[in-house]
């Protein structure tokens, strides 16, 4: 599945992809092996939370004015659909902006990050909320894009305990 899921991301126009592992490191870099646009960065503190793997992969961007967060497990996006999240981004003209897909009203993944965030990202306190709070307090800068179909709330789990 994550394979599927960064296929798609890749297809898309994003410059870079930039994945974030922590658990399994070898066998998410074997899964991804071989796919353009694709570098690592491991974060050793994955499980004190998914901000810090945040933090760390916001750490580790080049000179960009964007960062979407991408979730592995969300295996019903389509290239099409990353593709309309950047273009509103890039419509908006502006590093102060939060471009978030919602589905009947409902916000999802993944979202869209201006450069003038990017400290907030890396800074977040360490939780499992991710970048929630960011947005929570930032609802000024956000722009929420409509998709047609529920790809943005529907996540697989798994169990990884041995």
């Given at each position: 599945m994550i394979r599927r899921v960064v296929e798609s991301i890749c297809r898309s126009k994003v410059r870079e992809v930039l994945v974030v592992?922590?658990?399994q490191t070898a066998v998410i870099e074997e899964m991804l092996a071989g796919l353009d646009k694709v570098q690592f960065v491991h974060n050793d503190d994955y499980e004190k939370g998914m901000s810090t793997s945040i933090g760390k992969g916001v750490k580790d961007l080049g000179q960009i004015d964007r960062c979407m967060i991408c979730l592995g497990d969300l295996p019903h996006l389509t290239t099409n659909d990353y593709d309309r999240l950047i273009?509103?981004?890039e419509?908006?003209?502006s590093i102060n902006r939060i471009i978030i897909p919602t589905f009947q009203g409902k916000r999802g993944h993944p979202v869209i990050f201006g450069e003038s965030f990017f400290g907030d990202l890396e800074g977040l306190p360490i939780s499992d909320e991710g970048a929630r709070k960011i947005i929570l307090n930032n609802e000024e800068y956000?722009?929420?894009l409509e998709l047609d179909h529920n790809g943005i709330?529907?996540?697989i789990d798994f169990n990884t305990s041995d």
């Open positions: 592992t922590g658990y273009e509103v981004f419509s908006e003209k956000v722009l929420e709330l529907k996540d």
